[in-house]
T-cell receptor
Framework: AQTVTQSQPEMSVQEAETVTLSCTYDTSESDYYLFWYKQPPSRQMILVIRQEAYKQQNATENRFSVNFQKAAKSFSLKISDSQLGDAAMYFCAYRSAIRSQGNLIFGKGTKLSVKP | DGGITQSPKYLFRKEGQNVTLSCEQN?????MYWYRQDPGQGLRLIYY???????QKGDIAEGYSVSREKKESFPLTVTSAQKNPTAFYLCASSKPYRGDEQYFGPGTRLTVT
């Protein structure tokens, strides 16, 4: 069974600075997808970024980028120029490429605080 | 606007009562999911359905039941057999294609006393 581990329960960053959230996963599959979701205080889950395992290039979405290390099974999220609105819970998630297993497997989350 | 609706946002029940949480989507997605979120636990899968009239148990299905009679709707019933039902429940949907993101509803906070 696949597992996702987020080793940082809480992180803090100064506004305008850069922060990196860690995520490792365990799987025997070679084809899969990885996601970072943001959950602000409203508790609405919002997709931040997605990475396909077969793509070597790291995904980027504006201020958000990932460092995907397939061999190490690592998938960290870097937030540049942090803003107050980035304060939220961040969840790393894994999804198998097997169609019948389309559910997400989540880590326990990292609570990010942004200091003005 | 397309999206997922969950109602109500807050729900209170007495212990021993069954309660049904609503989830409706107008995104024309085939797959729908129910997750449970507890503090410090992340999200855990309760049930999922990839097609009408078919659904599968997730990791923590005991004490829950679902139905999928329509593509748009995937209600979750929390039965009296669920030993610790107080939690935040999230519904999600996605296309059945590889790697498509899941879209989440706003969630329902269930409190059982």
């Amino acid at each position: 069974a696949q597992t996702v581990t987020q080793s940082q329960p809480e992180m803090s960053v100064q506004e305008a600075e850069t922060v990196t959230l860690s995520c490792t996963y365990d799987t025997s599959e070679s084809d899969y997808y990885l996601f970072w979701y943001k959950q602000p205080p409203s508790r609405q889950m919002i997709l931040v970024i997605r990475q396909e395992a077969y793509k070597q290039q790291n995904a980027t979405e504006n201020r958000f980028s990932v460092n995907f290390q397939k061999a190490a099974k690592s998938f960290s999220l870097k937030i540049s120029d942090s803003q107050l609105g980035d304060a939220a819970m961040y969840f790393c998630a894994y999804r198998s490429a097997i169609r019948s297993q389309g559910n997400l497997i989540f880590g326990k989350g990292t609570k990010l605080s942004v200091k003005p | 606007d397309g999206g997922i609706t969950q109602s109500p946002k807050y729900l209170f029940r007495k212990e021993g009562q069954n309660v049904t949480l609503s989830c409706e989507q107008n995104l024309n997605h085939d797959a729908m999911y129910w997750y449970r979120q507890d503090p410090g636990q992340g999200l855990r899968l309760i049930y999922y359905s990839q097609i009408v009239n078919d659904f599968q148990k997730g990791d923590i299905a005991e004490g829950y039941s679902v139905s999928r009679e329509k593509k748009e709707s995937f209600p979750l019933t929390v039965t009296s057999a669920q030993k610790n039902p107080t939690a935040f429940y999230l519904c999600a949907s996605s296309k059945p294609y590889r790697g498509d993101e899941q879209y989440f509803g706003p969630g329902t906070r269930l409190t059982v006393t």
